[in-house]
């Protein structure tokens, strides 16, 4: 466990190095984005190591380059700090509980997720010999793009950035990459929950804040805010949002879904346990992934590796949400603020692609609309030419910039994406499927949701002579004309709700379209919602997340990215990665949304009479219903860590889940009985074989052992799993003929190195894939059975001979 104490504390440094920067960009946020120092530091420092490799061939991937661009970075935030030490010391000095709650945040999480990893660190299983070969490539690579594992002399051809991420870390560490699998995905759940923490915790303590302001407006009948002091310095400003941050943490990456309780109900008793893998595959030919799931699963893939940074792209949309003054491309401020601020934003939005492409289209889109309601704000809410231009500068800007920032990467990937699709009425979603998924998020977001408008229609008139105070920086009082303001939200309300009652009258006669119908009724409702409480940034913020989630719902019921699933299983990808980001989103809009419940639950004092009694009556049903519903999610943390991990020790003879004081991955192939020889084997490779020399092993089916040695050392094969590979290249193949005959002829390249009785025919289609060594194990004598395999050491050289392996090496 020491490795990962190593990797917490590297990124806490780092995170402390770059406050300057953070405090700087996020100028907006109330805690000036100490909640993000950390992914922000990551994010920029692997920026710095990637682009000069990708760019400038000579240079090594080593810990000595990756130290000296560290060095500089650190040189220049001491310079930073010198203008900015103030901000910082003063955040220190007035929130010191918040901060400690942060740090505790991350550093829980962290050792939560190393301690259950404890029990199971072994990489083997579902697609972990795919993800430990991108890892061990992208570290053992000299110069980048880093090669492609599993398709000797190219280079990966996926979203790998993520996974470099970690291993330009583990690099700087000396750790080996079948540690870094383990301390990098705890670290990585650290860096979520802190920045899931951040996001809920900013939008609390913001409107907090707002609504004392304004409490003084009216107590000193002032006709605008008196903004004194900013409210990082104003003490325990901040410890508010604690409680609704850690809501958020449990919420998102704790709970399980509805499906996880009705699977414990139904496995009780029964003599195989508790099933905690079905409730990620509840539609149809589709996966429903939630992230306690794939965190407890250790799914090293790209949708989980992006996590923490997908929510710092919320973080800083929320940042320019909250900016009070610049139009146009001042928006991102001015002087090396508007560079430090345009930059890091276009880098956050930018690098959700190289890791994880289904990211940017959302949080981009997010990002704009942002840009385009403080735009307006700014604009005295008028609708004007001026205004379109003002809302395309920063935009133009900061899609530009995402692109151009990481443009090696788009020189040499191409995209498997075929286009997109419309979903047949067949494969959408059912309303029964989508309560499984999402009943407790959605019943929280609609509670917020309504709650708003019910408070909303009740409120009480301004006083005499003094009018409704909005939000500083906000350019028109609340006090538009009664029948203007009573026209466009009864309208979209109305329109909103009329969606909703024809989705739930869908389905008695028309299933297919219920999930469509009160998915897009919500978003409506929500964005009306959203103008009505635009006066609090923060509020519509939150309403923002929510209607997002739900638009994401929305369109994968109509549209469909067309993958290489397509024929098969069409909308499978695009279920699984919008619904991913929509349980964030929606757990965020919880989280926070329980301060704005609780805030909505004071309507009783305004009522009279009989109404109150009803309202108290609600408030007991919606919180006996929210019992429930708290009760039924928490099942899923408390029983699957048991059954993912739960074995039989032949040592004790017992069953039960038994730590192994390791987070080496490698180390459950010693007992291993389909492995043997491996260990030793691939530990010798690891320990002795530099750069990225070609390795010829055995081709078989996907989601086996084949192609173990490429995916546990990172040197490149002839060919892996060919399944995995068809679907990284697809358009690779289908752009040029040649490419897809190549691809086609490898696995028989492979049979012909490993039967053909002609040393000279063995070494030259060895030499057209540049392979140096023929890994031979009982893996490789079951495979080529009819082969005498003993027959390359008399052509070879064994530089390699232990229990049932041997490696052979091209003569020089």
């Not at 964005?527 to 929305?554: E, Y």
């Not at 070879?796 to 020089?812: L, R, S």
Request: glycine residues 6%.
């Amino acid at each position: 466990m020491l490795e990962l104490l190593q990797m917490w504390a590297l990124v806490e440094v780092l995170g402390i190095i770059f406050l300057p920067l953070t405090v700087t960009v996020f100028h907006n946020i109330p805690d000036r984005g100490w909640a993000w120092s950390k992914a922000l530091a990551v994010l920029v420092t692997s920026f710095c190591v990637w682009w000069p490799l990708m760019v400038i061939q000579a240079l090594p991937f080593s810990r000595i380059f990756i130290l000296a661009v560290v060095l500089l970075l650190l040189a220049l935030n001491v310079v930073g700090f010198l203008r900015t030490r103030q901000t910082i010391l003063r955040m220190v000095r007035s929130n010191s509980l918040y901060i400690i709650a942060t740090e505790a945040v991350f550093l829980v999480m962290v050792f939560l997720l190393g301690w259950l990893r404890s029990f199971g660190p072994d990489i083997h299983s579902y697609e972990m010999f795919m993800d430990e070969g991108f890892l061990a490539s992208i570290m053992r690579s000299q110069h980048f793009p880093p090669p492609d594992m599993w398709y000797a002399g190219y280079s990966i051809n996926y979203y790998y950035y993520a996974h470099y991420i970690v291993g330009f870390l583990a690099k700087l560490l000396g750790q080996l990459p079948s540690v870094a699998f383990n301390t990098g995905i705890s670290m990585l759940y650290g860096l979520t929950a802190v920045s899931l923490f951040g996001v809920s915790s900013n939008l609390v303590s913001w409107s907090r804040h707002l609504r004392r302001q304004r409490q003084i407006v009216i107590d000193k009948e002032q006709d605008e805010p008196q903004q004194e002091q900013p409210i990082h310095a104003i003490p325990g400003a901040l410890k508010i949002g604690i409680p609704f941050g850690l809501i958020t943490v449990i919420m998102a990456l704790m709970f399980g879904n509805m499906a996880s309780a009705f699977q414990w109900f139904h496995d009780r008793g029964s003599a195989n346990g508790y099933d905690w893998f079905n409730p990620t595959r509840i539609i149809p030919r589709t996966i429903n992934e939630f992230p306690a799931f794939s965190f407890l699963l250790s799914d090293f893939h790209a949708h989980v590796l992006s996590l923490a940074f997908t929510i710092m792209a919320i973080g800083l949309a929320l940042n320019l949400l909250l900016e009070h003054e610049g139009k146009g491309i001042f928006l991102f401020g001015r002087g090396w603020r508007l560079i430090l601020t345009l930059g890091v934003t276009s880098l956050s939005l930018g690098g959700l692609f190289v890791m994880n492409g289904w990211d940017l289209p959302t949080y981009m889109g997010l990002a704009i609309v942002c840009i385009a309601l403080q735009q307006w704000l700014l604009n005295k809410r008028r609708f004007s030419w001026r205004l379109a231009l003002d809302v395309a500068a920063p935009s133009l800007a900061l899609a530009v910039l995402a692109i151009l920032l990481f443009l090696p990467f788009h020189l040499t990937f191409i995209s498997p994406s075929q286009g997109i699709g419309i979903a047949p009425l067949s494969e959408r979603s059912s309303l029964r499927n989508e309560l499984l998924i999402y009943t407790f998020l959605a019943f929280v977001f609609l509670s917020l949701l309504f709650s708003d408008i019910i408070t909303r229609t009740f409120r009480p008139a301004p006083a005499p002579n003094i009018e409704a105070p909005t939000e500083p920086g906000s350019d028109e009082p609340e006090t538009a004309p009664q029948e203007a303001y009573l026209s466009w939200p009864f309208i979209g309300t109305m329109t909103g709700l009329g969606f909703i009652v024809i989705g739930l009258a869908c389905q008695f006669f028309n299933p297919a379209n219920v999930t469509l119908f009160i998915a897009l009724g919500i978003t409506i409702t929500a964005i009306v919602a959203i103008m009505q409480k635009i006066d609090d940034r923060a509020h519509a913020f939150t309403l923002l997340l929510g209607a997002v989630a739900f638009a994401l719902i929305a369109g994968c019921e109509v549209f469909f990215l067309r993958d290489v699933f397509v024929d098969n299983n069409p909308r499978m990808n695009s279920v699984f990665k919008f619904y991913f980001q929509a349980w964030i989103l929606l757990s965020i809009a919880g989280g926070a949304g329980f301060y704005y419940i609780l805030e909505n639950f004071q309507l009783k004092e305004r009522l009279q009479g009989s109404l109150r009694y009803v309202v108290t009556g609600g408030k007991i049903v919606w919180g006996t219903i929210l019992l429930v519903l708290v009760l039924a999610s928490s099942i899923y943390p408390i029983v699957a860590p048991y059954y993912r991990f739960v074995r039989f020790d032949p040592v004790t003879q017992q069953t039960g889940m038994f730590r192994t004081n390791s987070l080496d991955g490698l180390n459950y192939l010693q007992r291993d009985p389909a492995s043997v020889g491996d260990y030793n084997a691939i530990r010798w490779l690891n320990a002795n074989i530099s750069g990225s020399p070609v390795i010829v092993e055995a081709v078989g089916d996907d989601y086996t052992y084949y192609a173990r040695v490429s995916g546990l050392t990172g040197l490149p094969t002839i060919m892996g799993w060919i399944g995995h590979e068809y679907q990284w290249r697809v358009q690779w193949f289908n752009r040029n003929p040649a490419n897809a005959a190549e691809f086609n002829s490898r696995k028989d390249e492979v049979t012909k190195i490993y039967t053909d009785p002609n040393p000279q025919d063995v070494l030259a289609t060895m030499a057209r894939y540049h392979a140096q060594y023929i890994y031979v194990s009982t893996l490789e004598r079951s495979t080529y059975s009819k082969a005498n395999l003993n027959r390359f050491g008399s052509f070879m050289q064994v530089v390699y001979h232990n229990q049932d392996v041997t490696i052979y090496k091209v003569k020089a």
